[in-house]
């Protein structure tokens, strides 16, 4: 049961039933993420920091966005704000520091939820 399942495609989420599925998901930094839509509804992906934000994903179409570093993404769809999910994201080298950044950068926003 390898065939197609490799690499990128691997790291997918579905959007069914009004949810993320997985609602979290942990991957390595350089990976790329796939969200498809399995609903009637269309749904959107955007990241709370900005970091991306998809058109509207109608049934069958993807988005993915390539997490090139370590941290903690929190993802949800602007259209039904209360789906959301949280990407956590680990540095390349085994063992190297796992420091919680994020949260608390220079100049990122927090996570008060303000639209402009
Ligand atoms: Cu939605």
Redesign the pocket.
């Known amino acids: 049961m390898t065939s197609w399942a490799m690499a990128g495609w691997a790291l997918q989420i579905l959007?069914r039933n009004?949810m993320f599925v997985p609602m979290a998901m942990t991957v390595k930094a350089g990976s790329t993420v796939t969200w498809v839509n399995r609903d009637d509804?269309?749904?959107?992906v955007v990241s709370d920091r900005g970091l991306f934000r998809s058109a509207a994903l109608d049934t069958g179409e993807a988005f993915s966005f390539t997490f090139d570093e370590p941290g903690t993404y929190h993802v949800f769809?602007s259209?039904?704000p209360q789906?959301a999910a949280t990407i956590t994201v680990e540095p390349h080298e085994p063992g190297g520091p796992l420091s919680e950044r994020g949260a608390s950068g220079p100049g990122a926003p927090t996570g008060a939820d303000r639209g402009p």
């Not at 509804?41 to 959107?44: D, Y």
């Open positions: 959007i009004f509804e269309p749904h959107t769809c259209i039904h789906m």
